[in-house]
């Protein structure tokens, strides 16, 4: 889906490798820690703006999310790291009637 968004847009294909792997991340995120109820489902949204795109998930749950170290051995716990890295910034704020929104911003890799 997110190709399909970056195809329409002129550039799109530079944002496409790291707005991937940011988006992946954020939804694992929200999929393993996020869900607050098992009825209340995530929800991605994009939005292009001139040399810029945006990426939110919304979750159910109100736990903030925080990087946390990660061992060399240890097979998570990456994942905000990955997405610090790659953003241009990001951040996350609790929702109105519950939940919390993480969001990024992702300019072009050349």
């Not at 944002?15 to 996020?34: I, K, P, Q, R, T």
């Not at 159910?60 to 890295?85: C, F, H, T």
Request: charged content about 25%.
């Amino acid at each position: 889906m997110l190709r399909e968004y970056l195809a329409g847009h002129e550039g799109g294909e530079l944002y496409c490798a790291d707005a991937e792997l940011v988006l992946s991340e954020l939804v694992s995120n929200a999929v393993v820690h996020g869900s607050a109820q098992s009825d209340r489902r995530v929800f991605v949204r994009f939005r292009w703006v001139p040399g810029r795109l945006l990426v939110e998930v919304h979750d159910a749950s109100s736990k903030l999310p925080s990087q946390r170290p990660a061992g060399i051995e240890d097979e998570s716990g990456r994942g905000l790291w990955l997405v610090d890295q790659l953003a241009l910034e990001w951040g996350h704020e609790p929702c109105g009637g519950g939940g919390k929104r993480i969001w990024a911003v992702l300019g072009p890799s050349v």
